[in-house]
């Protein structure tokens, strides 16, 4: 059976058609950079005051959700090796670094009253290591690693948490605003609040299914205001910065254009990207009503006496709309998606109130995550949505693909042209996208896929030394060209796409390079499940 599954993917992939690549130049003012976070690349868990993270917590009590049994404790060790972090962005020619600080790094206590000595100091020497390269710190408040202490509290459930990032933010921006002119609040609600909502997700064991979630929603969107309000009144006037959030942005492409299908689609879309940024970039703020109604119609079969979903009240509508300078698009993952039979009534859960079947086209290329899938005309058909739903300038501040850490790897410098060309499609109708980020510098502990699945455009495994790729040699191409057609790009064949040949390219004089990828590729690609990680 396995066999002749292979065979057809086979049959597929050698089916391949090159991708219409857009041969448009970026805009002299388009940002090019690569993203990391703290806890994936930092290591130095226990260095100096730092306090426990949840990813602390998680990777050191509960291994066996790693896949690899790996931790961050040291990871890329970038917090020893500032130096070489430099080298490599100064080699790729980046214009900005979007990076994150860790909480209980700055505030081994969680709260202001102490702020780490040691902390401020590692921070203040990339930043200013940074500045002296001419690169641009692009800096993330919170990236998924939230205090130990603070979880204890109920973490993202508790809304008293906003209270307490908004002191934190309060601290980045009084100690680094002076240098750093791009904020990123939060980053993926879709992917920090999920936790509250199944067992094995950080913070593990916290699961309050189809109601934890929407708490976490809720907190993260205030949490965001809150300190967005902050910048506003206190230091934007001298700062002169810009302050945004960024979401986790699926497409989901209808199966059909039943207009079920279509509502289908819709309905989805706002559960991934509306329930966590509508009421921030919404023209009436306020959750998406398609989400509100969703979730109070079943709460009510369900005999509560109100929604699962809390409701905001008129002043916070007002207090938390309009709270963003741009919108930031991390784009990983597009669907299928199909109308299907409401579930019966029973425990309640984010999936049922959703009620959409979302599935991946089994003829799209995979990558060494399961959830991923080459995809471009999802991408650009999301940024054309969320540019005309919205209307903010937008960052793409992650965008990449998986492998096992090959040095030539082929397909994710394919990925790259594929989805850099979808930006320029985006752009070509219209699109407000100031600037892209390649997710990541460089191979780091991928969260629960540990050191297995690997994103970077440099090697690394522990301290070694780092060491570019093809893609990394790819990437920094573009951004001294500017252009996209420097080689050529291969895309599986799907519903949705443009399918003509040629392709573009000096190195190849047009001809279709069709790279077959290892047997142990196709075997992941069979065995990868087929249920969505996230909604
Ligand atoms: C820090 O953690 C390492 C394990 O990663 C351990 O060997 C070391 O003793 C710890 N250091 C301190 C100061 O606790
Ligand atoms: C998707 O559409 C096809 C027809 O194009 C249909 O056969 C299939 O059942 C649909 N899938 C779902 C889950 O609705
Ligand atoms: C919720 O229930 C109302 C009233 O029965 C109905 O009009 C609406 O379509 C339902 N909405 C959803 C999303 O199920
Ligand atoms: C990565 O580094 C660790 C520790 O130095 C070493 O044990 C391991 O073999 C290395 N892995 C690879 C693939 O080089």
């Known amino acids: 059976m396995q066999a002749v599954k292979i065979i057809v993917l086979l ?49 050191h009590n509960y291994p066996d959700l790693v896949i690899d049994g790996s931790n961050g404790d040291v990871a890329c060790d970038s917090y020893h090796h500032i130096d070489d972090d430099i080298a490599i962005l100064r080699n790729l020619g980046v214009d900005f670094y979007r990076f994150s600080i860790s909480w209980t ?6 709260y202001s ?34 205090p130990t202490e603070l979880q204890k509290l109920g973490g993202w459930a508790n809304p008293i948490i906003a209270d307490y990032f908004a002191d934190y933010a309060q601290v980045a921006f009084e100690q680094f605003g002076d240098r750093v002119k791009y904020w990123i609040t939060l980053n993926e609600p879709q992917s920090f609040c999920p936790g509250y909502g199944s067992p094995n997700q950080a913070p593990v064991n916290v699961a309050e299914p189809g109601i934890g979630e929407y708490l976490c929603s809720y907190t993260a ?13 206190r230091y934007r006037s001298t700062q002169q910065g ?14 059909t254009t039943s207009p079920e299908d279509i509502a289908a689609a819709e309905i989805a879309k706002q559960f991934n990207v509306g329930l966590y940024m509508h009421a921030i970039f919404g023209r009436d703020g306020d959750y998406p009503e398609v989400v509100k109604q969703a979730v109070a119609n ?59 079947s979302a599935w991946f086209d089994p003829s799209w290329e995979g990558a ?10 999802g991408f650009s058909n999301l940024l054309m949505t969320l540019n005309n739903e919205y209307g903010y300038p937008m960052y793409v501040t992650e965008n990449g693909y998986s492998d096992y850490g090959e040095i030539d790897d082929s397909r994710r410098t394919n990925y790259y042209q594929l989805y850099l060309s979808a930006v320029l499609d985006a752009l070509s109708n219209g699109a407000n996208i100031r600037g892209y980020t390649a997710w990541s510098l460089m191979d780091n502990f991928e969260w629960l896929d540990g050191f297995v699945n690997r994103f970077g455009l440099y090697y690394v495994n522990v301290s070694d030394p780092r060491t570019i790729k093809s893609s990394g040699e790819y990437f920094k191409q573009v951004i001294a060209t500017r252009v996209v057609t420097t080689t050529s ?27 077959i990828p290892p047997l142990s590729f196709l075997l992941l690609l069979v065995s990868a499940p087929v249920v969505p990680w996230i909604l």
């Open 113 to 146: 009253n102490v702020i780490s000595e040691t902390g401020l100091q590692y921070y203040n020497n990339l930043i200013d290591a940074l500045l002296a390269a001419n690169i641009i710190p692009m800096v993330t408040i919170y990236h998924w690693d939230l």
């Open 489 to 515: 790009a291969t895309v599986s064949t799907n519903g949705g796409s443009t399918t003509q040949a040629p392709t573009y390219g000096e190195s190849n004089g047009g001809s279709l390079r069709i790279i």
């Open 221 to 233: 969107l205030k949490a965001h205001a809150k300190a967005y309000h902050i910048y506003d009144e």
């Open 242 to 255: 810009v302050v945004g959030i960024t979401a986790l942005s699926n497409w989901f492409e209808p199966n």
């Open 11 to 59: 049959a597929t992939i050698l089916n391949s058609h090159a991708q219409q690549l857009n041969t448009n130049s970026f805009p002299d003012d388009f940002l090019f950079g690569v993203g990391t976070s703290a806890y994936q690349v930092e290591g130095a868990w226990n260095e100096s005051d730092k306090s426990e993270n949840i990813w602390d917590q998680l990777t």
């Open 105 to 110: 790094r700055l505030l081994p206590n969680s």
């Open 298 to 356: 079943r709460s009510a079969l369900e005999g509560f006496p109100f929604s699962r979903l809390p409701e905001l009240t008129e002043e916070e509508i007002q207090y938390i709309k309009g709270t963003a300078d741009f919108f930031g698009v991390n784009h990983y993952m597009t669907y299928v998606a199909a109308a299907r039979d409401p579930d019966e009534i029973g425990e309640p859960s984010m999936e049922k109130d959703r009620g959409v």
């Open 368 to 377: 060494a995550s399961s959830w991923l899938k080459v995809v471009p005309w």
